[in-house]
């Protein structure tokens, strides 16, 4: 991971470091020059360490998780501070108020910053929600009126080790106390191994429904993540795809199953990863063809998605399914105001989407592989399903 990012953590880091030095401490004494740069140049340092890693997703998470939250709270205020003293800079020669506004501007963006990162990491990342959602459909049949589905995604268990299980333990309370019908999971139980879901395994099994708990594999589930080699990637797929039947869950990958409610009947489907396919960390490996081969057009679907890009792309025009959930985008873990950057991204990025009589729902998810919520809290979501009619 750092390995794809490293020439921008360095140049943020150099050229804030730079901007500063030559605006304010060039006139100091070397020594205290040289402190200036040490935080800086002991996390370049340090990530060109982590760089030989040869993991996307390391097993050990806890040297690079460390490694961002020094980073983010050393490097990225001073590059705010720097950039505020950039602009009045540049803005000096007709805005008279002087230089203060400038420093003042980026000594609160960089105290702001250092404090909403601290509160991500210790504090946002332990909250979730409990979002209710109630859908009506023409079609529903009405034995399903009032039907009720816990829908939660992302767990990404491989982050939530030491205390962070405590989330994953409160989350599961939750999911059991709303007494759903039925429990989806759309995808990315792990990190990037299989391994990674051993110590949870007890806690997974645990969450029940009166027609069960069905899930679909999302794109950190397949072994795309880590450096292994061809033969234990194959093995790491056939360990990840028998976990879902140790946990008591029903695996939909590419197919379907029949929910029936004396005699009605909805049905339940799941797609594999439906990425872009542009990479192989976005593996395409949905059919829609064969997850509803068999189904009519007069039954209501209820279809499980990891990427709600597939909703546009495959399943609208494809398929004449009612209901799509999905997962993936974690709203980025950021919201401001409402707003995420994940939207610039996703035209569906998360909550509730519908065209005509046809709806989405993306959500937020619960955990992430980096340890960071801020305004993007994890989500677990009630969704009850009504009959217009």
Not at 39 to 65: K, N, Y
Not at 255 to 270: N, S, Y
Not at 354 to 381: C, N
Request: charged share 20%; net charge neutral; proline share 4%.
């Amino acid at each position: 991971m750092i390995a794809r990012a490293f020439i921008y953590l360095v140049v943020v880091a150099v050229l804030a470091d730079a901007y500063l030095h030559v605006r304010f401490l060039r006139r100091l004494r070397w020594w205290w020059q040289l402190l200036w740069w040490l935080p800086s140049l002991l996390l370049i340092g340090w990530a060109c360490w982590l760089r030989r890693e040869p993991d996307f997703v390391p097993s050990d998470m806890t040297p690079l998780q460390t490694f961002l939250l020094s980073y983010m709270v050393t490097v990225i205020p001073k590059a705010l501070f720097a950039l505020c003293d950039a602009v009045e800079l540049a803005l000096g020669h007709w805005w008279k108020r002087g230089r203060m506004a400038g420093l003042t501007a980026g000594a609160i963006a960089a105290v702001a910053t250092v404090v909403a990162i601290c509160y991500s990491y210790f504090v946002g990342f332990y909250r979730f929600e409990v979002t209710r959602v109630e859908l009506a459909f023409n079609d529903l049949p009405k034995n399903f009126d009032g039907y009720r589905i816990v829908l939660w995604s992302d767990a990404h268990v491989g982050t939530l080790t030491g205390e962070r299980q405590s989330l994953l333990a409160r989350a599961i309370d939750s999911i059991n106390a709303q007494k759903a019908d039925m429990v989806v999971f759309t995808g990315d139980l792990q990190n990037a191994r299989p391994q990674e879901i051993e110590p949870h395994k007890e806690l997974l099994s645990s969450i029940k429904a009166r027609d069960g708990v069905f899930s679909v594999m999302g794109n950190h589930d397949y072994p795309v993540y880590s450096g292994a080699d061809e033969f234990q990637k194959y093995a790491d797929l056939g360990t990840r795809c028998s976990i879902d039947e140790e946990l008591g869950w029903t695996q939909l990958n590419n197919g379907h199953r029949t929910i029936r409610r004396g005699d009605e009947h909805i049905i339940i489907a799941g797609m594999e990863n439906d990425g872009e396919g542009k990479s192989d960390r976005d593996p395409q490996l949905g059919d829609i063809q064969i997850a509803l081969w068999g189904v009519s057009r007069d039954e209501f679907v209820i279809m499980l998605e990891h990427d709600p890009r597939s909703w546009r792309r495959n399943i609208l025009p494809h398929s004449h399914t009612q209901l799509t959930l999905s997962g993936h985008t974690h709203a980025m873990q950021l919201s401001l105001f409402g707003w995420s950057p994940v939207s610039l991204v996703y035209k569906e990025a998360w909550g509730l989407y519908r065209i005509g009589q046809r709806a989405l729902y993306v959500t937020k998810g619960l955990g992430g592989v980096i340890p960071f919520r801020l305004g993007a809290s994890g989500e677990i979501v009630v969704i009850t399903l009504k009959n217009k009619q």
